[in-house]
């Protein structure tokens, strides 16, 4: 005959299991779901210097982000940016001068964009009558979209083999950083390497720009430190996703737009510790912007006497509008836009950290290009360029 419990004899048997379930519980590893927001998070302390401060380590839950944070969802990083391993690693190994002694130096002008280059007729006239051994063309154009018209004229040819890229994400720095292998690769004699977006233009001529340029034995790039926004920059992919490679005070910003000496051209290329942390993806999409900090920290941290500092390429930050910088439309174009953007003064840095460098406080580098012009603008913009843009 099978026997049934009574109702007494199962509750004192649930209550005599309880505290052994308990045990077992909190003794249990959670899943790698539940403990994704666990980790060593160092956080801003109160002072002056704007520095982090190493804490103790304590296994804390992550801090709720802040205030206007927009969360994206997470991506592994861009299968293109595997790819290019063998491309940096060859440019990697080239020397760093192996330039012929009877050949000149060489300026290579990089164009990264994703549209057909509205303002190719005026970099025609500015290349003009200009000797080939003294320039070099470079194209990264994104391959989902229409370029109509093709490239012609001194951009027939140019294009490097591109892939796609998107804002707010590692895919902007990883196409620069392909740029420059490819120019590396390409031609001995590439001295100096400037990155330009389809909407600069340039403010001088290329005699003028490449005297400049060639001058100087510092690469031309913006590095920005204690700028209100850097904590949420540096903690856009996680509160301690940058560490132990980039801490907090060592995280610097600049423009996406610059111009590097051949020497730093090839720090960007065979870096593998810095880069594996910036093209991690975002947790923050609008703090998202790898190419205005990968750039400007490798080379602070690597070498710092080596940069000017400031970037060559105006831009008006006073007009700007969801994250873009002002555009000047065609009504804006007359010469006196164009003497006004060549008087300004580069900002070299931040002020306090370099006020006690003599060869930083004491630099007024002439700006050489200016964005965002609005596509419309040309035809101004050809109107003056003969007897204002490309006449010293």
């Known amino acids: 005959m099978m026997l049934f419990p009574s109702p007494l004899s199962l509750f004192c048997a649930l209550l005599l299991c ?17 403990t994704a927001g666990k980790g060593n998070y160092p956080l801003p302390e109160d002072g002056n210097d704007g520095k982090v401060k190493r804490k103790s380590t304590v296994t804390t839950l992550s801090p709720p982000p802040p205030i ?11 299968p293109e940016e595997e790819d290019d391993g063998s491309l940096l690693r060859l440019a990697g190994r080239v020397g760093s001068d192996q330039r012929p002694a009877t050949k000149p130096k060489k300026l290579a002008f990089m164009f990264l964009t994703t549209t057909p280059l509205p303002f190719a007729p005026l970099w025609e006239l500015f290349f003009n009558a200009t000797p080939e051994n003294l320039y070099n063309v470079y194209v990264h154009a994104d391959p989902r979209y229409n370029y109509t018209p093709p490239f012609g004229g001194v951009f027939a040819g140019r294009v490097i083999p591109s892939k796609p890229t998107r804002r707010n994400t590692p895919t902007l720095a990883a196409a620069a950083r392909r740029l420059l292998a490819h120019a590396l690769l390409h031609d001995k004699s590439n001295y100096m390497f400037a990155l330009l977006s389809p909407l600069c233009i340039p403010l001088h001529s ?23 926004w850097a904590y949420d920059r540096w903690a856009a992919r996680g509160d301690s996703a940058m560490l132990p490679e980039v801490r907090f005070e060592d995280f610097r910003i600049g423009s996406q737009f610059y111009i590097l000496t051949r020497k ?18 975002c947790l923050f999409r609008d703090t998202c912007y790898p190419e205005e900090q990968y750039f400007s920290t490798l080379l602070s941290m690597v070498d710092p006497q080596g940069c ?11 007009g700007s509008h969801g994250g873009h910088p002002r555009m000047y439309s065609e009504h804006d174009v007359g010469p006196e836009l164009i003497l006004t953007l060549r008087n300004d003064r580069p900002r070299y840095g931040h002020e306090e950290m370099n006020g006690s460098d003599p060869s930083l406080t004491k630099r007024h580098d002439p700006f050489l ?13 050809m109107r003056i360029a003969k007897d204002v843009i490309l006449k010293e």
């Open 18 to 34: 309880l505290p052994l379930a308990f045990i077992v519980t909190i003794n249990s590893p959670l899943s790698p779901a539940a």
């Open 68 to 78: 206007g944070r927009t969360k994206a969802p997470l991506q592994p990083p861009p």
């Open 206 to 228: 290329f005699g003028f720009t490449y005297k400049t340029v060639m001058n100087s034995n510092k690469s031309f790039i913006e590095i920005l430190g204690r700028e209100p």
């Open 264 to 281: 730093h051209a090839r720090i960007v290329v065979r870096d593998r510790r810095f880069w594996s942390k910036f093209k991690q993806p």
């Open 308 to 318: 000017s500092h400031a970037t060559l390429t105006h831009v008006d930050w006073k």
């Open 369 to 381: 290009f200016a964005r965002k012009f609005s596509p419309d603008s040309i035809k101004p913009l």
